[in-house]
């Protein structure tokens, strides 16, 4: 069975681990304590660039705010996949590289029609970032820039440049993401 994370539970836990208050880690991520408790309880999904700044005001980068404890092997049978669910994006994330100790980090994302990371750019701290298209369209900003890209089109950028994304399509948009060194 693939195991996935519950983004609101994770956080919960690692805010409570740190002793910190939902206001405390609120105003270190620039959102409201009603906002956060949402996050928390999977009420509400945020956006990629929140989740961001979520792990920063815990003190974790976004890949340590992911991390669970993962098999340091080869390979990463299709049943072990760590898998996280962003429901208010329309996005679930699959770890297709099994830990961040490497050089590469492989991620398929499923992103469902009108879903996506959020409005809000963000960066993150890979050096290079491959999207690849696998299925579908995906729209996708990077910094100032807009594309279009369908399937079998792939695009490379800086990840530290502001980028986001959305699936316009009617379909699923199966896409991966793969940043070097692992940032995710």
Do not use: K
């Amino acid at each position: 069975m693939v195991t996935e994370l519950q983004l609101g539970t994770r956080i919960r836990s690692l805010r409570q681990a740190r002793r910190l208050t939902l206001r405390e880690v609120a105003g270190r991520a620039g959102v409201t304590e009603s906002f956060l408790s949402q996050v928390e309880r999977d009420v509400t999904s945020p956006s990629i660039a929140t989740v961001h700044r979520v792990a920063g005001a815990l003190g974790l980068s976004i890949a340590q705010l992911f991390a669970e404890d993962a098999e340091t092997g080869r390979v990463v049978r299709r049943e072990a996949r760590r898998r996280i669910a962003y429901p208010g994006l329309g996005a679930v994330d699959e770890f297709l590289t099994s830990n961040l100790a490497g050089r590469l980090q492989v991620i398929m994302s499923t992103i469902d029609a009108g879903g996506g990371t959020g409005r809000e750019p963000y960066t993150h701290d890979s050096d290079e970032e491959v999207v690849v298209v696998l299925s579908g369209v995906l729209d996708l900003w990077v910094a100032d820039e807009h594309y279009v890209l369908h399937e079998g089109d792939a695009i490379t950028f800086p990840s530290r440049l502001p980028h986001w994304n959305a699936n316009p399509g009617d379909v699923p948009a199966t896409v991966l993401f793969c940043l070097t060194p692992p940032s995710f």
